[in-house]
């Protein structure tokens, strides 16, 4: 008790002496012990003294929901939005406490006073008008405090404190509102530097604040008092000052003397002026901080750290001085200074709940994620229910890819600010993440509709749609977006990227090239552009634009990497160029490409190692004599024509209708041409070996079914040197091209790999940026098991295109599991699973972190493909799957599938031949499924293996007269058919109930041009892929 006598006599004594900044931090201390109704309002009036409105609205409103009834908490509250400009809140405030005061029992002074304010209000809203004095109940518990106050009620043109939100430096799928704002990967990229001040009126969201419009309060100062001609500085304010002094003290007599000269002087002129006053000694120092903190608002942030720095000359640990000069240098980005002063502040005063708020901001917007979110949450231990420190938080969750926590804080806080349309669409950025894909459209519409014009949410939204491949919603809101704001560049480059995703390459170019006349250094619309220039290609533009993003200076690994793969591309460019007028055969990537190079592509890895040990590409001018491309490829004949026409109806039999598979027309025409020739030269193939096995008139059952060591006839590489080129000699192994020679029987056949380099040639030509690319012909990291990797979760992030296929994968691994009663560890240390307890958890598990929790670490396991070639065959967790090419690995499954293929040629070639009686053809459609089996299974492309796949079943189909004329079921990946299916049966079992009654009995193929000599050259092939009619 005494030490609380004690401590009320303190505060007695900072208020007489007008110390309020150290009188709120005394009430701070005592609210911590007990938080008594009455002392939440005396901090409010404090509040009011320094200016910081928006403190005394959190205050009042704390008041308030203990006691609605209080009138003394609505008086300040009305005066509180009046200063901040908001009349019409200030008049529904002391309505409302009038209403209470007379209803029940109150205080007569309070209610005459409340009267007097909103008659004053009402009739002079557009005026300006006189307020009487405001009487202000006791700092303690029982008696009233009170002091005359000339408080102003007209619409002046006042500087409301605007220290409101610090942004942060944002990372992938989000977005800066700045209009030269850029975006990456997939996911959208912020460049949204550092720290914003809100622009208008203090209830009213800056639109280019990514982090919405919660305020940064401490507030050192929502400066809404006035004073004019200070004599530390030659400025001054025409405002209205409320001069309020201390009256009484409960329980303490009177030891605050009424101002009654500064009243009188402040009712005669309606300011308050200290002009004369000797700045050294006479200046409060609150009225000091008071005026930096208004430098601070009008972006003066230099002058403002003068201010503080005079402060903190005379007390180098004033708390309010340090956070205020924190924030000064946090505006002017020396975020490591801003980072020091609000460490020591809270050194100071480890209560200033502002301060760890203040810190933990300036930590995220140096991308220190953790720390932030450390001090954050001990700012939510002195204000839990701050919807600005919890959206705060939220954002840096996310930040942090931890979704599960961002949509927990963020939910949280549209649930206290129900109108923070920052909240709500980076709630649903978080609810997406996380496979919440309905309820995360939700919360993006929610945030639009609470501001039509809020650009990030549309962008957000454009997004949204665009990973799910909804292009005509996406679509739809880009058209919004530039509706509102025709020079947002982030709408010019997601609309290029969107229309890159569909194969509209030409189109993306036009809306990359605007976004580059807005912003002519963004990266990400540069190095878009040259991949679409060098699909179509546009060889000498492409490389023009590798070169200008090659030469930016970057401020994030994620434009660093995309400036990686611009040397990559741009080597490829340069390749292909010299290929142009070559035959379409002699562009060998694989063949003619150095190892090292493709791996380094692969991985997106820093060039210099390959810059140091790889021949570089000639120049563009030595390619272009003779790899421009010529008027006639761009000539459609009668014979490109009915290709093309064939190749784009055939081509979308590939389209997988799945959440974040975009239709691509550039695709579906090059699978459609793949198809066509794959069928051409299977079927010639086959006519051989038919004729071949007619005349031997010997069974294929001799062949046996134990796998054979074949020998390759090689073709050379047909490279003629160039950047990039492989050192290798033109005697090695071939990939490209090859033919198995049966020694048995001296006949010479198309191997399975021949087959399948067709398609992958196709693949490469079409995308040129997709790496796509042999595994086998890397450099030695192909005997380190490099090879495929397809994520389903990612943290907590679920990879839309694959999470689909989750819960039977984990049902797959458990099966594993439980049959091999181990895994493995990251060392590849056997993990012994067998006991009883362990296998039953195991078989219960329904998460991958049940899973981890039975495992107890990090942990891979290894499923199996039934052989027909040889007898007997944290805050998150990463879940994938994964296929190792290693040499071994390679040989295994190279058997495979030349076993898969002799039995598929003797299936068809024997007596079946030629047959369009589709029901003797039924051996030979379970011999294509098959082959396909091994093929989803073995996994040997960089990437593309998918689509190459289902490419070949086609022509393999078309080449056996039979045309597949329906469409893959809606939410099916016939890849992972495949993979999740232990033997070829199985998975021919699981495909034939919707592929085979979709097979149409055909010959009109035949009927075709034959596609290698139509599109001769690399340079005819790139035109009919960058040509179409409409």
């Known amino acids: 008790m005494a030490s609380t006598v004690s401590e009320r006599v303190e505060l007695a004594k900072l208020c007489s ?8 931090r005394l009430l701070d201390s005592l609210l911590s012990h007990s938080p008594a109704i009455q002392d939440i309002c005396n901090r409010a009036f404090c509040y009011s003294q320094l200016e910081l409105h928006k403190h005394v609205i959190k205050d009042c409103d704390k008041a308030l929901h203990l006691d609605p009834a209080l009138l003394q908490a609505y008086v300040l509250k009305g005066h509180a939005f009046s200063a901040l400009g908001r009349k019409d809140d200030a008049v529904m405030v002391w309505e409302q406490g009038y209403e209470y005061a007379v209803r029940q029992s109150a205080d007569l002074k309070l209610l005459l006073e409340l009267e007097e304010l909103l008659t004053c209000a009402k009739q002079n809203r557009n005026t300006s008008c006189k307020t009487h004095a405001l009487e202000l109940s006791g700092l303690a518990a029982s008696e009233s405090w009170r002091s005359k106050s000339s408080e102003t009620c007209e619409n002046q043109d006042k500087t409301s404190f605007k220290f409101e939100q610090l942004s942060e430096l944002r990372e992938t799928l989000e977005i800066g509102s700045k209009r030269d704002s850029s975006h990456v990967h997939g996911h959208l990229e912020d460049t949204m530097n550092g720290y914003r001040k809100f622009d208008g009126t203090p209830n009213k ?3 280019g604040q990514l982090n919405g419009s919660h305020d940064i309060h401490t507030k050192l100062g929502d400066s809404s008092e006035s004073y004019s001609n200070l004599s530390d500085t030659s400025e ?16 303490i007599s009177d030891v605050c003397n009424r101002s009654s000269e500064r009243s009188d002087e402040a009712k005669k002129d309606k300011k308050f002026s200290v002009s004369r006053i000797s700045k050294a000694k006479s200046i409060n120092v609150d009225f000091r ?26 007390d180098p ?19 490591v200074a801003a980072i020091a002063d609000f460490t020591k502040a809270l050194e100071a005063n480890p209560s200033a709940g502002e301060g760890w708020k203040r810190r933990g901001q300036a930590r995220a917007a140096l991308g220190e994620s953790v720390e932030a979110i450390a001090d954050l949450t001990k700012a939510l231990e002195f204000e839990p229910n701050s919807a600005d420190i919890l959206h705060e938080r939220g954002i840096v969750n996310f930040k942090f890819k931890d979704f599960n926590a961002a949509v927990e804080d963020l939910s949280a806080c549209v649930k206290l600010d129900e109108g923070n349309k920052s909240a709500y669409t980076y709630l649903g950025l978080a609810l997406s993440s996380i496979g919440e894909f309905k309820r995360a459209e939700n919360a993006h519409m929610k945030s639009i509709q609470l501001d039509r014009n809020f650009l990030e949410a549309w962008a957000h939204l454009t997004q949204f749609y665009q990973d799910l491949a909804n292009s005509e919603k996406a679509l739809e809101c880009l058209h919004q977006l530039l509706q509102i704001d025709g020079r947002f560049t982030k709408a010019y480059h997601l609309r290029g990227l969107l229309l890159h995703g569909m194969g509209e390459h030409r189109n993306a170019i036009k809306d990359l090239s605007l976004g580059l006349t807005l912003e002519s250094s963004n990266i990400e619309c540069l190095y878009l552009r040259a991949s679409c220039y060098h699909a179509i290609g546009e060889y000498k533009e492409a490389v023009k634009d590798y070169d200008a993003a090659l030469d930016l200076e970057l401020d994030s690994m994620d434009k660093f990497v995309l400036q990686c793969l611009a040397f990559y591309q741009k080597e490829i460019a340069l390749y292909t160029a010299s290929k142009i007028n070559s035959e379409f055969s002699w562009f060998d990537i694989d063949g003619d490409i150095n190892p090292l190079f493709k791996e380094y592509w692969c991985k997106r890895l820093h060039p210099k190692n390959v810059c140091e040990k790889v021949y570089r590409q000639p120049p563009l001018r030595d390619s272009l004599k003779k790899g421009k491309l010529k008027k006639q490829d761009f000539t459609v004949t009668k014979q490109k024509a009915a290709l093309l026409e064939a ?31 794959i069928a051409q030269k299977v079927s010639k193939a086959w006519r051989s070996l ?11 059952a001799k062949h046996g079914k134990r796998a054979r060591r074949k020998e390759k006839i090689i073709i050379p590489s047909q490279n003629r040197g160039g950047a990039g080129c492989s050192t290798s000699s033109s005697l090695e192994t071939s990939t490209s091209y090859g033919f198995t020679e049966d020694k048995s029987s001296s006949r010479s056949m198309m191997s399975w790999h021949h087959v399948y380099s067709v398609a992958v040639k196709w693949r490469q030509i079409s995308e040129p940026c997709d790496p796509v690319v042999w595994v086998n012909r890397l450099s030695e990291e192909f005997n380190s098991g490099f090879g495929s990797h397809t994520p389903l979760i990612v943290g907590q992030a679920k990879v839309v295109r694959y999470y689909p296929n989750f819960q039977r994968t984990i049902n797959a691994a458990k099966a594993a599991i439980k049959e091999k009663k181990c895994v493995y560890s990251k060392g590849d240390n056997i993990i012994n699973l067998s006991e009883d307890a362990k296998m039953q958890e195991i078989m219960y598990a329904e998460s991958c972190d049940d899973l981890y929790k039975v495992v107890g670490e990090d942990f891979w396991l290894a499923t199996w493909c039934t052989s027909t070639a040889f007898e007997g065959g944290e805050r998150g967790i990463d879940f994938a799957i994964r296929t190792p090419c290693t040499p071994a690995r390679w040989d295994d499954f190279d058997a495979e599938m030349a076993m898969a293929w002799e039995a598929l040629c003797n299936t068809y070639c024997g007596e079946t031949y030629g047959s369009t009686d589709f029901s003797m053809l039924e051996n030979t459609r379970d011999a294509i499924s098959r082959m396909t089996y091994y093929w989803y299974n073995f996994m040997p492309l960089s990437r593309g293996t998918a689509a190459t796949g289902f490419i070949v079943l086609l022509g393999l189909f078309l080449a056996a007269n039979m045309e597949f004329t329906g469409s893959i079921p809606q939410g099916l990946q016939v890849d992972w058919e495949a993979i999740l299916n232990f033997d070829p049966n199985s998975f021919v079992d699981s495909i034939k109930s919707w592929l085979y009654p979709s097979l149409k009995i055909t010959t009109s193929w035949k009927d075709y041009p034959d596609v290698a000599s139509t599109f001769e050259t690399t340079g005819s092939v790139v035109a009919a892929l960058s040509s179409y009619s409409d």
């Open 17 to 24: 002496s007008k110390d309020w900044s150290k009188a709120i």
């Open 205 to 207: 969201t800056y639109e």
């Open 236 to 251: 001054s304010f025409n405002k209205s000052s409320p001069i309020a002094v201390c009256s009484k003290l409960s329980d």
């Open 289 to 314: 901080l008071s005026r930096g903190i208004a430098q601070v608002n009008e972006g003066k942030y230099a002058h403002a750290v003068s201010i503080f720095d005079q402060i903190l000359q005379e």
């Open 317 to 335: 640990t004033y708390p309010e001085a340090l956070i205020g000069r924190g924030t000064a240098y946090a505006f002017q980005r020396e975020l």
């Open 647 to 677: 190749a784009d109806s055939i081509g979308k039999k590939i389209q997988y209708t799945c959440p974040g598979f975009l239709p691509n027309r550039r695709q579906h025409r090059m699978a459609g041409l793949a198809v066509i020739e």
């Open 690 to 700: 038919q004729a071949e096995w007619k005349h031997s008139n010997k069974s294929t």
